[in-house]
């Protein structure tokens, strides 16, 4: 059960390492797996892929939320330039895999595209490269990045619901996992948004997690099978309608964050449903649509007008 508390708990920010290995000094570090993060009949390419990273200024400093870089050695860009560096969100926990920050990783889609053009087929350089390493292949990493999209040190004080779509999961993994290993007795929720049952990522860690864990609440919002009961699809915001029985109590709760990972535009649709549903200490409105009612409220003024506040923490792209 969440703990309810009389005064917003202050976030206390962790001191983070960043930038230990830049793009004009990177490190080379091997890999150690590559398996298939999705169920095999998807068709989709989604990959979990880890380095070791031990004997590096990396080891035991890179923590869940933030990313690594990769550089696609030896690969030009469109533009006939040498390939530059791409970011990758950490999918482990801040303990590492293995326990002692040693190994780290990160959950990798092929890119596969039509290009509209010349309509030949368009692929992902990066994504596309690091697909196809090996274990034993090494690559170019730099990193850590971000200090705004992590847990906070005082983590144990606060409920979180995490709202992912695709691989945007990637740094929930790693936090949900943090603060059960912490013990913190809040409650937890993961809505995580895909295409088709088979793209669900990481689908039997999370249901062991919820299994064993009462403060763990794992949603899923699978978008092209079954519709809404209103013939709408089935997107991680509409979990604040559809699991309201859960959602509601911990969303009013004045110590609950949310976090947003994913496809860019996803969190628009999160912001206006939070409004409609009262949620207003996750957002700032600008005066401008604050006389509008939120279910009026159209793309434009959504991306103009509304923030995230402190209690809301974003990571799309
Ligand atoms: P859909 O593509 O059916 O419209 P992936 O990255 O694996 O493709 O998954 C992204 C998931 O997010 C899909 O289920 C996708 O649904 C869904 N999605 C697409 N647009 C939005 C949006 N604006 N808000 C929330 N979810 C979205």
Redesign the pocket.
Known sequence: MSTDVKTEPEIIFPDVAVNLYKPKNPVEVPIVENRIATLQSSP?FIRHISFDVSGTELEGKVRSGQSIGIIPEGLTERNGKPAKVRLYSVAAPTRGEDGEGKIISTTV?RLVDEDQESQGLFTGLCSNYLCAKKPGDTVKMTGPNGKKFVLPENSEDFNYVFFA???GIAPFRGMVTDLLEKGVKNDIVLVF???YRS?LLYNDFFEELAEKHDNFHYLK????EDPREDGT?H???YKLLDAWEILNPILLKNNTLIYIC??K??E??LYKLLAQQGYEGYLKVSEEVADKPPHKWETEDLKKNVRPSKRMFLEVY
Request: glycine share 22%.
């Open positions: 989709n889609k779509t695709g691989t948004g895909c295409p793209d919002s699978i978008s092209r699809k997107y991680v915001q994913g496809l535009g996803m628009l649709g």
